[in-house]
């Protein structure tokens, strides 16, 4: 009985603690000061002028961080820097014009290479292209299949390897942390 009544107490006990963790998780606990964190720096958002990519940018110029956007059109571009100007003030914003769908080899990606390599200080990477068709797979083309699969693989990989080594610098030479893929 006493066995009984001890592991009772032990599960209701765990329970209680596990969900009021989690509940604190999520409701309660403050947000992690990422400027702090990450000393600042430049924060690059792939597909940046619509969608997830343009909240992104916009939480992090709010926090203070510096940009820089890459989308393709070079005027949507400019409407969102002078956006950001206004709202935000004082934080440097960079613009990069590049086509993800493009094809994927070094010189397909050099222009890409080349602006990138002008940037000093990038500290987080939000790697968020990508393509998504909420259609029923049945009904997709060819075509299609072929450009999600695509878009939806390669440009990541390829702006990681592009970009890996800076960040890992400025964690080595500049001992600030950086949000790298491990
Ligand atoms: N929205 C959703 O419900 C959902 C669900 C699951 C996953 N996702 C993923 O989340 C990410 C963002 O999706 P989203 O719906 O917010 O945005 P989105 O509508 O897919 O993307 C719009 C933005 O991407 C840029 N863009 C589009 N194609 C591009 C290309 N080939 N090269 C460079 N820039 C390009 C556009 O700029 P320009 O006009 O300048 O080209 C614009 O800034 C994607 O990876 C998507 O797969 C989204």
């Known amino acids: 009985m006493?066995?009984?009544?001890?592991?009772?107490?032990?599960t209701v006990g765990s329970t209680a603690l596990s969900w009021s963790w989690r509940l604190f998780k999520t409701f309660l606990r403050p947000g992690r000061n990422l400027f702090k964190r990450y000393q600042?720096?430049?924060v690059l958002v792939t597909l940046a002028t619509f969608g997830l990519g343009l909240e992104y940018a916009m939480q992090f110029a709010a926090k203070g961080f510096n940009l820089v956007l890459v989308a393709r059109n070079q005027e949507k571009l400019d409407a969102v820097k002078r956006k950001f100007k206004e709202e935000f003030g004082d934080i440097d914003i960079?613009?990069?014009?590049?086509?993800?769908?493009?094809?994927y080899t070094a010189e397909g990606y050099q222009p890409l290479k080349d602006a990138l390599?002008?940037?000093?200080d990038i500290s987080v990477l939000?790697?968020?292209v990508g393509v998504f068709k909420a259609d029923y797979?049945?009904?997709l083309d060819f075509c299609m299949i072929k450009t999600i699969l695509k878009v939806?693989?390669?440009?990541?990989t390829i702006m990681t390897k592009l970009l890996l080594a800076k960040l890992l610098e400025r964690s080595k030479k500049q001992g600030k942390r950086t949000a790298k893929p491990k």
């Open 2 to 10: 006493a066995a009984f009544c001890l592991y009772s107490a032990y």
């Open 40 to 42: 600042g720096g430049y």
């Open 94 to 103: 960079k613009l990069i014009v590049f086509d993800f769908d493009k094809p």
């Open 117 to 120: 390599d002008q940037i000093e």
């Open 126 to 128: 939000i790697n968020n």
């Open 137 to 139: 797979f049945k009904e």
């Open 152 to 156: 939806n693989l390669v440009p990541q």
